[in-house]
């Protein structure tokens, strides 16, 4: 698996690089513009694929801002993270269990993880929420994490859709914004994102207050 990992990176690596050396930003926004659909597909392609060898997902959103602005980059993406989602959460549950059981005891909290060993769909569901919802925590690790729980496939579709949609969201503005670091619109973008890791982290605080109880 890490053999895997490595190879296909580096093969990335190799390709951006080739990519960024052969065409400049506007190339790629014109090819984008000119060839909407067949864009979209393969940006959807992309975040489908990528995150299974841990690409960082933040990389692959500010992209997509970069290159369709907020609106289209974000539905884009949410397409991406239903297709991508179920080929995690499944991988996580059959085929990386015990990998990724070890890494949960390991690394995680103890009250977090102890509440993801819940069979409570309820609880199940809140937790996910929550950990969607912040940024800090890894897109990629949570999707297979949540193969390893009780929860019911159905209810960790919905609450990874509606966990993920504000820093979707939050990102594509900023990718988007990014292209003018001069304008009001970076400042906003900022301020969301800032925004977005302090309410995340006081939910997150809130809810390992009440689990002592």
Do not use: C
Request: aromatic content about 16%.
């Amino acid at each position: 698996m890490n053999a895997i990992k490595i190879t296909i990176m580096i093969l990335i690596a190799l390709i951006s690089i080739f990519v960024v050396r052969k065409f400049s930003f506007e190339d790629i926004k014109s090819f984008v513009d000119s060839n909407g659909h067949v864009a979209a597909l393969f940006y959807i392609l992309i975040f489908t694929i990528l995150p299974v060898f841990f690409f960082p997902v933040i990389i692959i959103v500010l992209v997509g801002g970069a290159l369709f602005g907020i609106w289209k980059g974000s539905l884009y993406t949410m397409i991406g993270v239903v297709l991508n989602t179920p080929i995690m959460y499944y991988m996580g549950r059959f085929l990386l269990k015990d990998f990724v059981r070890n890494f949960v005891n390991n690394h995680m909290i103890e009250k977090l993880s102890s509440a993801l060993y819940s069979d409570n769909q309820k609880v199940l569901s809140l937790v996910l929420f929550i950990i969607r919802l912040s940024p800090i925590f890894s897109y990629n690790v949570v999707n297979y994490i949540s193969g390893i729980t009780e929860i019911n496939f159905f209810y960790y579709l919905l609450t990874t859709f509606a966990g993920v949609i504000p820093g979707v969201l939050v990102f594509n503005y900023f990718g988007e914004a990014v292209l003018n670091p001069g304008s009001k619109e970076f400042i906003y973008s900022i301020l969301f994102l800032i925004s977005l890791v302090i309410i995340s982290a006081i939910i997150s605080k809130l809810f390992l207050k009440e689990e002592k109880k």
